[in-house]
């Protein structure tokens, strides 16, 4: 027979996998980003983008007109792509070619992304169940500012990174936000842990402590889905979300 | 006038009413409770799932409202509202992307190097991805009559589960939610077990599939994936043979496995590393072409299909 004892047992070691592969999870996610900032570190320069535009980074979205809950633009997206050209650049006083290196990688702000309006010209076409297609594009434009890895060759730099966001910070802040989340999953199933085995263990307490471990059963892993796509290179971030629509032009006076 | 559509679909009900009766045994009466009938109401309630999926293709009864009712039972089966079926599997993983996106139960989200840890991790990461999908989906384009079933069936499951809860905790959460979660769980399992290390983009290997008899018995035919995928209004009996017909000479061999027990162990236990891809698509190029409209108009199909279950 199954006792009490077995499958409070049982059950605990379910409660203690799945918060060991959370942890299991973001560590290669913690992994990626520490390799990452380790192959960037002292290798990373400021600078402003000189007469030329130097690349590009697009996101494919189809964007569909919704009624629920008011008017609104549904942005979905479908493809990143991106492409360093390569152009004039100025670190402090000093002049630099970027030069791209095989298979460059430009990263946007995401919030610069998201800011970018729908053009109203689609407003009839993505009223149609297929909607329509529009490309938020950033440009690495003349006078912004950039942050560019590579390596230098005199006055060349071969670049395999150029992003609007400082990279080494934003880095930093996702191995935090990981290290956090993994800190708070522990956390939550030790302490679960420790309420479920409060003596006398089946009673009241008890009761509460598998509350929490089933809290946390059903409540970790979409915590962990979140940080696993806050970690997405910012090349990849998703961008899609919805815009309210434009507001009607003016009806003329008769 | 029939009850059911089709006289197989006692087999459909069987499953459910089996799975339910375990669950009442295991709750009412302490003598019960041995490990083998919780393993049973385990495996039922995946079976209970498999005619979900079912049933979201082809609603089994010819009265509509016996369908939304039966709906809510299978919601309390699972404790999730399962018409959510219909968005994330109907409309988006029968066609493997939603509009460029990766399918939200796509193999590739997990990403161990240890093969048995993407089984087991699998649910926790496709179930939130799906669930936050579902939401949007529900939201935006939901019609009112999709989110009131949802909700009633939310209800339903949560709610009765939650009184279960309140009237005997500790015998609720070992012998109802653990065969609940189970089913649930391993119904997003399928998604790694019948695709992973397919060809998305082709059209007939795709798909692993398991013949065994006793395992297609119990799940109603869900180990003929390939042809479902392609046929989806096909009935589950129709499966075999239309597999046969139209499956078996263009699916490569390393797709078609007898047995779902000796894949898992030789897949997930007996083996450290995730197998390496097969050029599986080349085995379709062998056979003539049969004649099955592009997924894009599938999918608008089970889009008109789905307003009607």
Redesign the interface.
Known sequence: ??T?EV??LA?LAVSW??AL??M??LL?DFRALGARAKALRGRVLQATVGEKTLGFHEV?Q?V?Q?E??KPAF?L????HRWSLTGGPVTAGTEPLEVVPAPGAEVWPELGAQQAQPVDPSLLKASAGPKGALRVVRTELSPGTTVFLAGTREGATLRTELASLVEPLSWLRSRRTLVLGLIALDLAWASAGTAVALWPPV?GLVS?LG?AVL?GHFLGI??L???V?EKCRWPSLAFVQG?KPLPAAPPQPQA | MKLLRHASDWRQLFVVGAYLTMLVLLFAVPEARHPALLAAACMFSFFAMTVNHNVMHLGLFEDRRLNRLFRLVLSFCALFPVSSVIPSHNLVHHHFDDDGQPDWADPHHARFRWNLLNLLHFPNIVGPITFSHINRWQRLTGKADYRRQATLESIVAFGFTGCLLAYDFWTTLFFVLVPQLWGARWFLRVNIIQHDGCNTASEWNHSRNFSGRLLNWFSVNAGYHTIHHNRAGLHFSQLPAAHQKECAPRIHPALMEKSLLVYLAKTYLLRFSRPGMVDVGEAETRAPTVELASREVRRDEAEVASAGV
């Open positions: 027979m199954l009490s499958m409070g059950v996998a799945t592969m959370v299991l999870d290669i494919e189809r569909r919704f629920v809950p549904a979905f997206d479908r493809a089946f009761k598998a089933l892993t979409p962990a889905v979140l696993r919805e």
